[in-house]
């Protein structure tokens, strides 16, 4: 159905980059990543995002400087469910779409970073013989990225943990790809674009792109307690469906305090992390990896269904000193607002946890996964060393 790329078009034609993944924040952020790195490398190069058209990306995408496609996927169910025979139907007609996608795009690799979007593409891709390099976030492996492993050329993974989920052979620890604007905001440019005072100690709570209602309960419950302090203020973003009940709970509290701020949604996360000295979120790959780049001590409630990945997402960086967990089943009110409170008072702590944090995330990890993805559209093989994480290290572990 198609032809495979001789290694020198990228020479004649220009370097082309499809770029997939969605269903979520955390596949769609990854891409925006690599494409930033892709185009820091080769500034004429082309590319092209793929997100789903239901849910999150389609918004996401918009906001971005990069050209995209959507394309009319579905998730998957866990286990047996009467869905799945739509969600069949509609992973079909999604590989129908990405074929005339990547067959008028033509582009020398595609990148897939996840979610079910991917699970249309990358059969395509490989149909059209378009090598395929795929990331993976989380510590145990996605489930659709260990389905779609063997028709992948490389695997890079944000966990080093993953690196025992897929083949050896072709899988790089690269850490998680980091947009540019989560790592450049300063702290005081975030504190002013969201109105928080400049001395107070700050706290982020944040459930992701769907927010939490675990999380915005506890919060909601524990802010008279909180806010009892002066010098604390909070930031809570609630995401964009549990805003209202949020919205409604706050107000039958009578809480009307300008050190308490409820957003539905931010597009400026990296200067809401800028803004805090602690973060209370879930512990999906992206967030984790985002809070630990920024040096901000996390409190983390993984999510506990889905596999229950993010206990695994979250357990590096509890033993490493970089954040507290509470699991789901665990928290209450009282709980989460000990525990913030404790941790906003305890300076030393927050210092030692933030210098564990910074050990857990390259900053360029992004430009690492970008290298292999260039290397493969030339038509050569990634280089040699399977870790790209700080100091480059190399297969017997010896750092250079």
Not at 247 to 272: F, K, N, Q, S
Request: proline letters at 5%; glycine letters at 10%.
């Amino acid at each position: 159905m198609g032809r495979g790329r001789a290694s020198g078009d990228t020479d004649k034609r220009g370097l082309r980059v499809c770029l997939a993944g969605g269903g979520s924040g955390g596949h769609v952020y990854p891409c925006i990543a690599v494409a930033e790195a892709i185009r820091r490398r080769h500034r004429d190069a082309e590319l092209l995002l793929i997100g789903a058209r239901r849910g999150a990306d389609t918004g996401t995408l918009a906001k971005q400087q990069w050209p995209y496609r959507l394309v009319s996927t579905r998730a998957l169910p866990y286990g047996p469910s009467l869905r799945w025979p739509v969600s069949l139907f509609w992973l079909a007609w999604a590989q129908l779409e990405t074929l005339a996608i990547l067959g008028r795009f033509r582009p020398h690799v595609v990148v897939a970073t996840g979610g079910h979007v991917c699970a249309g593409v990358v059969p395509a891709a490989r149909l059209l013989r378009i090598p395929v390099v795929l990331h993976d976030s989380d510590a145990l492996g996605g489930r659709t990225t260990r389905l779609l492993a063997r028709c992948a050329a490389a695997i890079t993974v944000g966990s080093e943990a993953a690196m025992a989920v897929f083949p050896r052979a072709k899988t790089h620890f690269t850490g998680q790809p980091l947009r540019s604007d989560i790592l450049t905001p300063s702290r005081e440019a975030g504190r002013e674009l969201f109105g928080l005072s400049a001395t107070a100690k700050t706290l982020l709570v944040t459930g992701g792109s769907y927010g939490a209602r675990r999380l915005n309960e506890a919060t909601v419950g524990a802010l008279r307690e909180l806010l009892s302090n002066g010098t604390v203020q909070i930031l809570h973003i609630a995401g964009e469906a549990d805003y209202p009940w949020t919205a409604d709970r706050v107000a039958d509290l009578g809480i009307d305090d300008t050190r308490y701020r409820l957003l539905p949604y931010v597009d400026e996360m990296g200067h809401a992390l800028a803004a805090a000295d602690v973060i209370i979120c879930r512990a999906g790959a992206n967030t984790l990896a985002e809070a630990a780049a920024r040096r901000v001590p996390a409190i983390v409630v993984p999510y506990p269904h889905a596999g229950a990945h993010q206990e695994a997402n979250a357990r590096p960086f509890v033993e490493a000193g970089a954040a507290a967990m509470v699991r789901d089943t665990e928290l209450s009110a009282e709980k989460l607002g000990e525990i913030a409170r404790t941790l906003l008072a305890d300076e030393p702590r927050r210092r030692r946890m933030a210098g564990a944090a910074s050990a857990l995330a390259p900053r360029d990890a992004a430009d690492a996964v970008a290298d292999i993805v260039i290397s493969m559209a030339r038509g050569a093989q990634p280089p040699s060393r399977r870790h790209y994480f700080g100091s480059t290290v190399a297969n017997n572990g010896k750092r250079r």
